[in-house]
């Protein structure tokens, strides 16, 4: 979660319902923030046709008059870009983020992520609060939670290429030890006690280096962009950039007890930011799903449950394998799962 926010400061947690999603967020938010001004929560509305829930609008009556949104979103950016404010993290998070159509009241945080120039707000007031334009400062990150069913909207490919996408999900061994150590968790307990360590989490995620060992990214990517490209879902140089950014980050700032491998850490690469592209029939993913499996392995093994465990990439060959078999159960699949 955090080497994804440091490579990419958009993030989009995406899964099974009451997994942890949106805790998770608030708890890294709250702990690493001093400030309640440095974190905005909003819940996505199904009646979001536009950008005025986040951005707000000119008063059309009143040409010195700007209305805020009530959702706090542009109080938060404000906060953010100002120059006393540039070492503070600060968060915002998007609750069900595809409750309503997100290339619809999104498109201007999508569109500036990339070029890095502000948002055109209005003409301006001498003195106004608001200023004409606000741009997304580099103290920012976005983290957009989403669950799939009959209600929500699926990411289009420009808007995943643009994060990075976590995939939440329950095992039976976990739902198993959960339910015999069933206990209430305190999450305001960590509120504040990684304050101190905000700065140096916005210089980190502002660090550009891509690392120096590449040899067996380079060689893994290869392979599949030349699967994906089949199928037209291969990456471009952004997403390519933005996994060796991630690698780096991982790399050089894990300092926990059991730290990643350089295989784990190119397996959860590979499902953020490669699977997340993937859907289609089972007439055009079937095939490609089986030749991803086997770029999984260091030998061919049989598509199955039971040989899961001996891919050097566990968590990418896992969610293929769903993903084969929702194909072969219901004729479509993709990344998300209903």
């Known amino acids: 979660f955090a080497f994804s926010l440091m490579a990419k400061r958009f993030l989009i947690l995406s899964g099974l319902a009451g997994s942890g ?11 690493l923030i001093a400030d309640k001004k440095q974190l905005c929560v909003v819940s996505v509305g199904a009646d ?12 059309a009556l009143k040409d010195d008059e700007y209305v805020s949104p009530e959702s706090g979103v542009l109080d938060l950016l404000i906060e953010a870009n100002k120059e006393e404010n540039k070492e503070k993290p600060y968060f915002l998070i998007l609750d069900e983020m595809n409750m309503s159509y997100v290339e619809r009241y999104f498109a201007d945080f999508l569109s500036v992520m990339e070029s890095g120039e502000g948002i055109s707000l209005w003409k301006g007031s001498e003195n106004h609060p608001v200023p004409p334009t606000i741009s997304l400062p580099k103290n920012l990150f976005i983290i957009g939670t989403i669950n799939v069913d009959e209600t929500t909207y699926m990411f289009s490919p420009k808007v ?9 999900k329950i095992s039976s061994d976990e739902m198993e030890n959960f339910l015999n150590e ?9 509120n504040g006690k990684a304050a101190g360590m905000g700065a140096a989490f916005v210089n980190l ?5 891509l690392g120096d060992d590449k040899e067996e990214a380079v060689k893994t990517l290869q392979k599949f962009f030349k699967e994906l490209k089949k199928v037209n879902a291969e990456f471009g140089y952004r997403t390519a950039t ?36 993937l859907h289609g029939s089972r007439k055009k993913l079937e095939p490609v799903l089986a030749q991803l499996w086997k770029l999984c392995f ?7 449950r039971e040989n899961v465990d001996k891919a050097i990439f566990k968590e990418s060959a896992d969610k293929i394998l769903r993903m084969y078999e929702a194909a072969n159960a219901n004729g479509f699949t993709s990344f998300a799962e209903a």
């Not at 995943?160 to 939440?168: G, K, M, T």
């Not at 995620?205 to 280096?209: F, G, H, L, R, Y």
């Open 48 to 59: 979001w046709t536009n950008r005025e829930p986040l951005l707000g609008f000119p008063n």
């Open 298 to 304: 260091t030998e061919e093994v049989h598509i199955a």
């Open 160 to 168: 995943l290429d643009r994060a990075n996408v976590i995939e939440f």
């Open 205 to 209: 995620a502002n660090v550009k280096d």
């Open 21 to 31: 999603k949106t805790q998770l967020a608030l708890a890294f938010a709250n702990a």
């Open 182 to 190: 069933m206990k209430n968790v305190d999450r305001c307990s960590i």
């Open 242 to 277: 933005e996994i060796f950014r991630y690698i780096a980050q991982a790399k050089k700032n894990d300092d926990t007890k059991v730290q990643l491998t350089s295989h784990d850490i190119l397996d959860t690469a590979i499902i953020q930011k490669l699977l997340p592209k």
